[in-house]
């Protein structure tokens, strides 16, 4: 079945703990991305990758890392994280950036709590 | 500054009736339209698409009218179902750029 996994569904940290969240998909996608929604700003990208080894900041990036090392994976660091990080989380995936239109494939979510 | 607006955060619609939710954008630089539909505890799903080309397409129930002179575009969803009741999204797209709509929570009542 095609799908983008995201692990783990919740998660509760303290401030300044490391953290990453899991993304990864099998559907042979070149473009992956994070984004975050909270109450009233619906969902705001984080950070993009457009294939292996390439990635670029969204409209929020700060405090967050990524990398792409394989394909199918892109995980979410959150090096220190802090309270106003507490959100939900969703990665999603597309066949091809280059490719006008096509349409994203997302994960199920993460909520994360930091205290 | 909000490049694309939902500005109905919640709406409410009788089974049967018509559902229009809308969304506007500010730049002309987005060229591709695509609707999201998402249940609680999950991610959102594609709905439907259209191309600036275009001013209307339609799948089944759902029709997507692109009005880009007013910058503004709607999903129509004919006739409403309670399954239909979830958060839509909008999400604008051009020159590599990617803007979602904070979403409306659409309730269809019985």
């Not at chain 1, 457009?50 to 394909?71: H, I, L």
Request: glycine share 6%; net charge positive.
């Amino acid at each position: 079945e095609a799908q983008v996994t995201q692990n783990p569904r919740y998660l509760i940290t303290v401030t300044g703990k490391k953290l990453t969240v899991t993304c990864s998909q099998n559907m042979n996608h070149e473009y992956m991305s994070w984004y975050r929604q909270d109450p009233g700003l619906g969902l705001r990208q984080i950070y993009y990758s457009m294939n292996v080894e390439v990635t670029d900041k969204g409209d929020v990036p700060e405090g967050y890392k990524v990398s792409r090392k394989e394909k199918r994976n892109f995980p979410l660091i959150l090096e220190s994280p802090s309270p106003n990080q507490t959100s939900l989380y969703f990665c999603a995936s597309s066949l091809s950036p280059d490719s006008l239109g096509e349409k994203l494939f997302f994960g199920s979510g993460t909520q994360l709590s930091v205290l | 500054d909000q490049q694309v607006k939902q500005n109905s955060p919640s709406l409410s619609v009788q089974e049967g009736r018509i559902s229009i939710l809308n969304c506007d954008y500010t730049n002309s630089m987005f060229d591709y339209f695509l609707w999201y539909k998402k249940y609680p505890a999950e991610g959102p799903t594609f709905l439907i698409s259209i191309s600036s080309i275009k001013d209307k397409n339609e799948d089944g129930r759902f029709t997507v009218f692109l009005n880009k002179s007013a910058k503004h575009l709607s999903l129509h969803i004919v006739p409403s179902q309670p399954g239909d009741s979830a958060v839509y999204f909008c999400e604008v797209r051009g020159a590599q750029k990617l803007v979602f709509g904070q979403g409306t929570r659409l309730t269809i009542n019985p």
